[in-house]
């Protein structure tokens, strides 16, 4: 099977993976931890700081689709810390607008370089008209 895919030129894999898989017209976005994409190190600051860059990476990649944020329908927010849940949402806020994607937040114990949060998202492009 030959999987359409989408890669952002600046943005950094850790791993041997896509950024983002077609699939009709839903399209999956692998997990964007907050690396800078100019420097290629995680950002420094909070969890605030961190779920910026991820978004910004996810964005990137839509961007690459001829999509936004505005056609997430799905995300999903791996934490390292749960207490930093209020503050991530502070952020979170910041990149969707009402009516929100649906969402799911996990506490896990590690990510990779040491990541406070990773998110993923799945996009829905328009039907043609």
């Given at each position: 099977m030959t999987r359409p895919c989408v890669n952002d030129p600046a943005a950094a894999s850790v791993g041997p993976?896509?950024?983002?898989?077609?699939?009709?017209d839903l399209?999956?976005?692998?997990?964007?931890?907050?690396i800078d994409p100019a420097t290629r190190v995680l950002v420094a600051g909070d969890i605030g700081a961190q779920t910026?860059?991820?978004?910004?990476?996810?964005?990137a990649v839509l961007a690459q689709a001829g999509l936004g944020l505005a056609d997430a329908v799905k995300c999903n927010?791996?934490?390292?810390?749960?207490?930093d849940f209020g503050a991530m949402n502070q952020?979170?806020?910041?990149f969707f607008t009402?009516?929100?994607?649906a969402r799911t937040t996990i506490?896990?114990?590690?990510?990779?370089?040491?990541?406070?949060v990773e998110i993923e998202l799945v996009a829905r492009r328009a039907p043609a008209a």
């Open positions: 993976y896509s950024h983002g898989v077609w699939a009709g399209l999956f976005l692998s997990g964007q931890t907050p910026r860059q991820c978004l910004a990476n996810l964005a927010v791996y934490l390292v810390d749960m207490a952020a979170y806020r910041e009402e009516p929100f994607p506490g896990v114990a590690a990510l990779p370089l040491g990541a406070r």
